[in-house]
């Protein structure tokens, strides 16, 4: 397939590393201009100059947009874009019974009210112009809530219905708004979390096989995701071609999720 995103802005929040860079990689290899987004200055312009290296158009929006003061310091820099790709999130592993009520509202802030804010802002403009793409970065955890991390799953399972509902709200009008439910994939952030739940002392490799073995047992891949299947994905789903998926969520989980549907 031929995707062609010229003259198309993209703006992935989270994009210095992992599968927030991997994605704005992707769109950017596509042809689109896209605005790499991070709370810090100096983590946002490294990631943009690794992006122009490789040819991609990239720009910096330095921004901590899980708050309503670093979104209106993001808007005012960028007040419109084609794609829009929610990808922000954090998670931790915490004993079910000792999620704060803290931890519950600072998972909720990040990882639903900041795609929520960025959609409100976005859509009007996609809508208007009669194109545009909100893409948000679900997890298997959305279905196949952890008993380790109970509130992330949570937070995950209303990015869904966020998603759903701002694709009824955009119905008719050329703009696509879709989730993308991503399995286990190998990140930074992703390696510390595998440490957390075995032996700190085995090598990387035994580690990853003894976290699927034990924690993930339903993959069928049987391996961590690579940050660019995830980002294979989206940039589909940011494409023309996908002008008839909207309101989905699409599975790039390895086979984890052991259901037909979605």
Same mark, same amino acid.
């Given at each position: 397939m031929n995707i062609d995103l010229?003259?198309?802005?993209?703006?992935?929040?989270?994009?210095?590393?992992?599968?927030?860079?991997?994605?704005?990689?992707?769109?950017?290899?596509?042809?689109?201009?896209?605005?790499?987004?991070?709370?810090?200055?100096?983590?946002?312009?490294?990631?943009?100059?690794?992006?122009?290296?490789?040819?991609?158009?990239?720009?910096?929006?330095?921004? =901590?947009?899980?708050?309503?003061?670093?979104?209106?310091?993001?808007?005012?820099?960028?007040?419109?874009? =084609?794609?829009?790709?929610?990808?922000?999130?954090?998670?931790?592993?915490?004993?079910?019974?000792?999620?704060?009520?803290?931890?519950?509202?600072?998972?909720?802030?990040?990882?639903?009210?900041?795609?929520?804010?960025?959609?409100?802002?976005?859509?009007?403009?996609?809508?208007?112009r009669g194109w545009g793409r909100?893409?948000?970065?679900?997890?298997?955890?959305?279905?196949?809530?952890?008993?380790?991390?109970?509130?992330?799953?949570?937070?995950?399972?209303?990015?869904?219905?966020?998603?759903?509902?701002?694709?009824? =709200?955009?119905?008719?009008?050329?703009?696509?708004?879709?989730?993308?439910?991503?399995?286990?994939?190998?990140?930074?952030?992703?390696?510390?979390?595998?440490?957390?739940?075995?032996?700190?002392?085995?090598?990387?490799?035994?580690?990853?096989?003894?976290?699927?073995?034990?924690?993930?047992?339903?993959?069928?891949?049987?391996?961590?995701?690579?940050?660019?299947?995830?980002?294979?994905?989206?940039?589909?789903?940011?494409?023309?071609?996908?002008?008839?998926?909207?309101?989905?969520?699409?599975?790039? =989980?390895?086979?984890?999720?052991?259901?037909?549907?979605?």
């Amino acid at each position: 397939m031929n995707i062609d995103l010229s003259g198309k802005t993209a703006l992935v929040t989270g994009s210095t590393q992992g599968i927030g860079l991997a994605i704005a990689e992707g769109l950017a290899r596509s042809g689109a201009r896209v605005a790499v987004n991070g709370r810090t200055a100096s983590r946002v312009d490294e990631a943009v100059e690794q992006l122009r290296t490789t040819g991609g158009d990239a720009f910096g929006v330095a921004a =901590d947009v899980s708050t309503a003061e670093g979104t209106t310091r993001l808007l005012a820099e960028l007040p419109e874009v =084609d794609i829009l790709v929610n990808n922000l999130g954090i998670f931790g592993a915490v004993p079910a019974r000792e999620v704060t009520d803290e931890q519950w509202r600072t998972y909720f802030e990040v990882n639903v009210l900041a795609a929520v804010r960025l959609i409100r802002a976005y859509l009007p403009g996609m809508t208007e112009r009669g194109w545009g793409r909100a893409i948000q970065i679900a997890s298997d955890s959305a279905i196949v809530i952890p008993e380790e991390m109970i509130h992330y799953g949570v937070s995950k399972t209303a990015l869904l219905a966020v998603s759903r509902g701002f694709a009824k =709200d955009a119905a008719g009008t050329g703009v696509t708004v879709n989730s993308v439910i991503a399995g286990p994939t190998r990140t930074a952030g992703v390696e510390d979390f595998v440490y957390q739940l075995v032996d700190k002392s085995l090598p990387w490799d035994e580690a990853q096989r003894e976290f699927m073995r034990k924690h993930r047992p339903q993959s069928l891949l049987q391996r961590l995701i690579e940050p660019a299947e995830i980002a294979n994905m989206v940039t589909y789903l940011a494409s023309p071609l996908a002008s008839a998926t909207t309101g989905g969520a699409l599975r790039v =989980d390895g086979g984890y999720v052991d259901a037909i549907l979605p």
